[in-house]
């Protein structure tokens, strides 16, 4: 079973994909490097939000820069702002609230805690003020007689959050590309040998630690491993750079997909 940890905190330990580290809130990501690309679902659901966020959230942004400009406000105008913001808070924030709501029941403070408190008091004061104005005394109107809405900073935040989780999971994603690029070089196979002595060839995903495997003569090594026979010169210069080939002999490390020289090594895989 494929296990999940947060990349803040890697004590933490998941079996779901979709479950977020209790402490920062982040998503979790998987522990094993795998060798294709694969755009998460959490990735995938960000982006969606996001898009639809900033669709609704533009107008309204508009809308609002544009009284601020005429100095007051059309009679429909706060209706309108309700109806753009409350898909943006009440759908594209969700992930948010529902993160903010686990902060708070872990007493493990993040920066979701303050979204979901910014977001949700914005939000609330303004749809108060729309929907029942009567409630708020007369100090908190303005010059209009009607009281000042926020659904434009609501959703704003929301829109710009999202965009910063989408920057974010697709730069964790691309971060694994060197590491996948490395697993394209490591051979499929490797000829593991027996106790007895006897030697076969069996998949990469086979290869156990401790396990004791033949690297012959211009064959990459298939694993990181110590050496424990033989003499041969290895090219590192995927790691290094460095031009020229290392000499390997008994206690020496080996490092996965590097390319053996002419010499036989047994050695013991560690990784």
Same mark, same amino acid.
């Given at each position: 079973?494929?296990?999940?940890?947060?990349?803040?905190?890697?004590?933490?330990?998941?079996t779901?994909?979709?479950?977020?580290?209790p402490l920062?809130g982040?998503?979790?990501?998987?522990?094993?490097?795998?060798?294709e690309?694969?755009?998460?679902?959490?990735?995938?659901?960000?982006?969606?939000?996001?898009?639809?966020?900033a669709?609704?959230?533009?107008?309204?942004f508009l809308?609002?820069?544009?009284?601020?400009?005429? &100095?007051?406000?059309?009679?429909?105008?706060?209706?309108?702002?309700? *109806?753009l %913001?409350?898909? =943006?808070?009440?759908? /594209? @924030?969700?992930?948010?609230f529902?993160?903010?709501w686990?902060?708070?029941?872990?007493?493990?403070f993040n920066?979701?805690?303050?979204?979901?408190l910014?977001?949700?008091?914005a939000?609330g004061?303004?749809?108060?003020?729309?929907?029942?104005?009567?409630?708020?005394?007369?100090s908190?109107?303005?010059?209009?007689g009607?009281?000042?809405?926020?659904?434009e900073?609501?959703?704003?935040?929301?829109?710009?959050?999202?965009?910063?989780?989408?920057?974010?999971?697709?730069?964790?994603?691309?971060? &694994?590309?060197a590491?996948?690029?490395?697993l394209g070089l490591a051979? *499929?196979? %490797?000829r593991? =040998?027996a106790?007895? /002595? @006897?030697?076969?060839?069996?998949?990469?995903?086979?290869?156990?630690?401790?396990?004791?495997?033949?690297?012959?003569?211009?064959?990459?090594v298939?694993?990181?491993?110590?050496?424990?026979?033989?003499?041969?010169?290895?090219?590192?210069s995927?790691?290094?750079?460095?031009?020229?080939?290392?000499a390997?002999?008994?206690?020496?490390?080996?490092?996965?997909a590097?390319?053996?020289?002419?010499?036989t090594?047994?050695?013991?895989a560690?990784?």
């Amino acid at each position: 079973m494929t296990q999940y940890t947060c990349p803040m905190h890697p004590e933490v330990r998941e079996t779901s994909p979709e479950a977020v580290c209790p402490l920062c809130g982040m998503g979790l990501e998987p522990e094993e490097i795998r060798a294709e690309e694969e755009i998460s679902a959490e990735e995938r659901d960000m982006t969606r939000r996001f898009r639809v966020c900033a669709v609704l959230t533009a107008p309204l942004f508009l809308l609002a820069m544009g009284e601020m400009v005429v &100095g007051r406000s059309a009679a429909w105008s706060h209706g309108v702002q309700l *109806a753009l %913001a409350a898909p =943006v808070v009440l759908w /594209g @924030a969700a992930p948010f609230f529902a993160r903010g709501w686990a902060s708070l029941q872990t007493r493990s403070f993040n920066m979701f805690t303050l979204i979901a408190l910014g977001v949700a008091a914005a939000f609330g004061f303004s749809a108060v003020a729309t929907l029942a104005p009567a409630l708020f005394p007369a100090s908190f109107r303005g010059a209009d007689g009607r009281v000042a809405v926020y659904f434009e900073a609501a959703a704003v935040i929301v829109t710009l959050v999202l965009l910063g989780q989408v920057l974010e999971l697709r730069a964790r994603r691309r971060t &694994g590309a060197a590491l996948r690029g490395l697993l394209g070089l490591a051979p *499929a196979t %490797a000829r593991r =040998v027996a106790s007895d /002595g @006897a030697e076969s060839d069996v998949p990469l995903h086979a290869v156990a630690v401790g396990d004791r495997l033949r690297v012959l003569p211009g064959a990459k090594v298939p694993v990181d491993a110590i050496v424990v026979e033989g003499e041969s010169r290895v090219d590192e210069s995927m790691l290094s750079g460095e031009p020229e080939p290392v000499a390997k002999g008994p206690g020496d490390t080996v490092t996965g997909a590097t390319l053996n020289g002419r010499g036989t090594l047994l050695v013991r895989a560690e990784r």
